[in-house]
C-alpha cells in the first residue's frame, strides 16, 4: 500500500474521530484540549517548530527554497501560539499601509515589524511558486513530499473553513441560537485539521529527504538525501 493510501486512510479515521469527540468526550475535556492554549494547539506549534529545524538540519546550498519553507512554518507556528498584542498588533494592522504611517506607534517598532512582515511575505511568495512548480511542471505530484505538501495545504483550507464555522457558531451562541455540540465538533474540526496539516508539512520534509526521491532529484525540498544502506 503507497504511502499517500496510508495517510489518506488516516486523514479520514482522525477526521471521524474528530467529529465523534464531543459526542464521547466530556464537553467541557474536549473544550479545554481545543482551547487556543490546549493540548491539540501546542501539539500544532510543536510540529510546525520541529518541520522548519528539521528543514533547516537537512537543507542544502543554495538554501534559499528551504529557508523560506522554514520561515512559512516559523509564521504558523506563531500563528498558532500567538503573541502578546503589546508586542505584536494583529495581522490585519500589519497588512495595512495605515499602521506604518501612525506617527503614534513608535518608529522603530514599525521599522522592524515592516520588515519581519516584508520577509513573511516574499518567503510566502517564493514557497508558493517552488511548489507550484515542482508539483505542476516537474510532476511532483507523483511522488511522497509532493503529495504530502499538497494534502498539507488542502487540509489547512479545510480548517480555515472550520474556523469560519467557529466564529458563526459563536456570534449565533452570543445571540442565544446555538446548538453547543455543534460548536464543539466545529472547534475540534478547526484544531485537529490545523494540526494535521503540520504534521503532514512534516512528513513531507521527512519524505524528501528519504531514499524515496533519489531517482527524483528535482525534490520540492532542497534537501540532503540519506540513502538506504547497501546490502551485504
Known amino acids: 500500500m503507497s504511502l499517500l493510501r496510508v495517510v489518506l486512510w488516516c ?3 482522525v477526521s471521524a474521530m474528530l467529529v465523534a469527540l464531543p459526542f464521547t468526550v466530556n464537553p467541557d475535556t474536549v473544550a479545554t484540549w481545543m482551547a487556543e492554549d490546549g493540548v491539540v494547539e501546542r501539539a500544532s506549534v510543536l510540529t510546525w517548530a520541529l518541520a522548519s529545524l528539521y528543514l533547516l538540519w537537512r537543507s542544502r546550498a543554495p538554501r534559499g527554497v528551504a529557508l523560506a519553507f522554514a520561515l512559512v512554518f516559523v509564521t504558523l507556528a506563531v500563528r498558532e501560539a500567538g ?7 494583529s495581522g490585519k494592522q500589519l497588512m495595512s499601509w495605515r499602521y506604518y504611517v501612525n506617527p503614534d506607534i513608535d518608529v522603530g517598532r514599525r521599522l522592524i515589524t515592516g520588515g519581519l512582515m516584508a520577509a513573511v511575505i516574499v518567503s510566502f511568495a517564493t514557497s508558493i511558486r517552488a511548489g507550484w512548480r515542482y508539483v505542476l511542471r516537474e510532476d511532483g505530484w507523483r511522488y511522497p513530499d509532493g503529495q504530502m505538501l ?6 489547512l483550507v479545510l480548517a480555515q473553513g472550520g474556523e ?3 466564529e458563526r457558531l459563536l456570534h449565533a451562541e452570543a445571540a442565544g441560537d446555538a446548538w453547543p455540540r455543534g ?3 466545529a472547534l475540534s474540526l478547526e484544531e485537529g485539521l490545523e494540526w494535521m496539516g503540520s504534521v503532514f508539512a512534516l512528513v513531507a520534509v521527512k519524505a524528501a529527504t528519504t531514499w524515496m526521491g533519489v531517482d527524483h532529484p528535482a525534490r520540492i525540498f532542497p534537501v540532503r538525501i540519506s540513502r538506504p544502506a547497501a546490502a551485504h
Open 11 to 13: 486523514w479520514g479515521g
Open 183 to 185: 460548536l464543539l465538533v
Open 164 to 166: 469560519a464555522m467557529v
Open 150 to 155: 499538497l494534502l498539507s495545504g488542502a487540509t
Open 83 to 89: 503573541l502578546p498584542p503589546e508586542w505584536v498588533p
